[in-house]
């Protein structure tokens, strides 16, 4: 009886084990999913502004550049409004390309996530109140899969977006390099500094530490958020290096023709 007693409750323990593996992987597989309809429909909306509103923005363009020639140049109101006009459509097509450009990160497809972040880092250059410092040695980097590589790109956009609205800083480091056999992603501001797990006990406020953490689990890593001094924060993530990938898509939508430069230290 007592060895009927031990062989059941081992099998029971064994049985429950494997319902938690299955519903693990089960809860893995349905965030995988939902994550990649995300990024489809991002796809299908950077598509469909590049292909139907920015053709149509390029023709608006085209036909008052063709009417700025024919209006006679002494009407001056005429030709102030026109021009205008053509400022502010010009304007608009730079807007829809850089909404395109956030919503499918071309150069990352194509050249790969140090040139991204680059470049994001660059899009942020007109703000004269925050710097912005990009340190990787970008030839030790090697590609990652898509998955990988689009997962680590959004999460450092999280990380940096939430830097700059709540923190109250002037200064952002991101930090790329491998440490023993891990691809390591560091954030660090010099603001306020906050709580990660109060932030993420709440409804709303910590939806984007949430999301990470989300992301990460897709790709088997993980993140831990330090101080690094008497003020500021530091998101620290880590995932298992995978095998260099070699080919390298062509961009959805080819607005950037050359790779970044990359800041190296």
Do not use: W
């Not at 590609?143 to 939430?162: C, D, F, T």
């Amino acid at each position: 009886m007592i060895a009927f007693v031990i062989y059941y409750q081992k099998r029971q323990l064994e049985q429950e084990k494997k319902l938690r593996d299955v519903e693990k992987t089960y809860q893995r597989m349905l965030l995988e999913t939902a994550l990649n309809s995300e990024e489809a429909e991002r796809r299908r909306i950077a598509q469909d502004l590049h292909d139907d509103i920015g053709t149509m923005l390029s023709l608006t363009k085209l036909s008052l550049n063709q009417l700025h020639k024919i209006v006679h140049k002494e009407e001056t109101r005429t030709e102030f409004t026109l021009n205008k006009a053509q400022s502010l459509v010009e304007e608009t097509i730079i807007h829809v390309r850089r909404i395109t450009r956030d919503l499918v990160p071309t150069t990352l497809e194509q050249f790969g996530l140090v040139a991204a972040i680059d470049e994001f880092i660059h899009r942020l250059g007109d703000n004269l109140a925050l710097t912005v410092h990009f340190h990787c040695d970008a030839d030790n980097i090697p590609r990652q899969s898509p998955k990988v590589e689009l997962a680590l790109y959004r999460i450092m956009q999280e990380l940096v977006n939430n830097a700059i609205k709540h923190s109250n800083c002037n200064e952002i480091e991101i930090d790329l390099h491998l440490d023993r056999g891990k691809l390591e992603l560091q954030v660090t501001d010099n603001g306020k500094g906050f709580d990660a797990q109060e932030i993420k006990m709440s409804d709303q406020a910590g939806l984007g530490l949430r999301n990470i953490e989300s992301r990460l689990s897709v790709i088997n890593g993980n993140v831990n958020y330090q101080t690094p001094g008497i003020r500021g924060s530091r998101a620290r993530v880590q995932i298992p290096v995978g095998p260099e990938r070699n080919t390298k898509p062509e961009p959805l939508h080819p607005f950037r023709k050359t790779p970044a430069g990359v800041t190296g230290t």
